[in-house]
């Protein structure tokens, strides 16, 4: 608790600092504006322009008053309808959300992943699911929208036709939640079905000779979490129960919020579910199809250039 505490502080202390800085190198800017006197403008427009970026930075962290939007999340991705497209649309869109988190200053780490069959294109291994930890703050604020289905159109690397494929994947996200404390609900040590396996790499081969991977089922509710990242058992334990306490947070939201049978009737990632298509063939285009922002430059999309579709999705539900 005393570290959450810190934490807290520490987060409240550096939002303060950055609005100090900010209103210091405006005061500057005034200064400078007027000394220079029509003088290296390109300076000036320069200074101006990153003073900008960082206020617009700062207004998007003010519609992030969720409960849980400063915390870390638990980012999950699922391949659906496709076949080895969809496994390998999984991982691309693993990396996508790793370049962003690294723009963001964000850091990742894989809590476990499921290998598909095949490699695709630059040798990527398919992947069936992964679990992505993603710490620093406002992480689930600002990567909560992402959730949904996302679709691809391709020419498939797969089909020996070069044939058009359409596949899909889906994003699910989560607020970090590190206690049952924190939760609010009490997990009863009966209701836990804890499973040790050995953890497997692509082509399914064991990884560790010990079974060091912990699967954790909450029987009143069916969830299910899996942990593989750790080398000890008991850190994968923790892990696991940390991504159990996201996921029941989940299920109370939306209980309380008395939407229960939508959320036990799974979104198919599908045909007519998707949140966002990014196409290839026959011209290249990445469209939301909630805020109607379009970019052409997908390569860069997929290089983790994601800011105009989230903060366009943000400052939507707060219009």
């Not at 290998?115 to 992505?132: A, D, M, W």
């Not at 069916?222 to 306490?245: D, F, I, T």
């Not at 209980?255 to 939508?262: A, G, P, Q, W």
Request: hydrophobic share 35%; glycine share 8%.
């Amino acid at each position: 608790m005393a570290e959450e505490i810190t934490s807290l502080l520490g987060q409240y202390k550096k939002e303060v600092e950055d609005w100090e800085k900010l209103e210091k190198e405006i005061n500057e800017l005034e200064e400078l504006s007027e000394v220079l006197e029509g003088k290296d403008l390109e300076h000036l427009k320069k200074k101006i322009s990153e003073i900008e970026n960082e206020l617009k930075k700062e207004e998007i962290k003010a519609f992030l008053s969720g409960e849980f939007d400063k915390k870390g999340a638990i980012l999950q991705i699922f391949a659906g309808a496709g076949g080895q497209d969809a496994q390998d649309w999984v991982a691309i869109l693993k990396r996508m959300y790793e370049k962003y988190c690294q723009k963001k200053g964000f850091s990742v780490k894989v809590l476990h992943q499921s290998f598909g069959e095949g490699i695709g294109p630059e040798g990527r291994i398919g992947l069936k699911q992964v679990t992505l930890e993603i710490k620093g703050p406002y992480a689930f604020g600002l990567l909560k929208k992402e959730a949904g289905v996302h679709r691809l159109v391709r020419i498939s690397p797969f089909s020996a036709k070069n044939l058009r494929h359409t596949s899909f994947a889906k994003v699910e996200l989560l607020p970090q939640i590190k206690t049952e404390k924190e939760l609010k609900i009490k997990i009863k040590p009966e209701d836990l079905k804890i499973d040790f396996y050995r953890a497997s790499g692509p082509g399914g081969q064991y990884v560790n000779k010990r079974e060091t991977a912990v699967r954790i089922t909450h029987l009143p509710t069916g969830l299910q979490v899996s942990c593989q990242s750790e080398r000890l058992q008991g850190e994968n334990r923790k892990k696991a129960m940390e991504l159990l306490y996201s996921k029941l947070y989940q299920f109370k939201k939306e209980k309380l919020e008395k939407r229960i049978e939508d959320f036990k009737k799974e979104v198919s990632p599908s045909w007519g579910n998707q949140i966002r298509s990014y196409i290839f063939h026959p011209y290249k285009l990445v469209k939301d199809h909630r805020t109607g922002v379009e970019r052409s430059d997908i390569d860069e999309v997929l290089d983790g250039d994601l800011d105009d579709f989230i903060e366009k999705e943000i400052k939507l539900k707060n219009e």
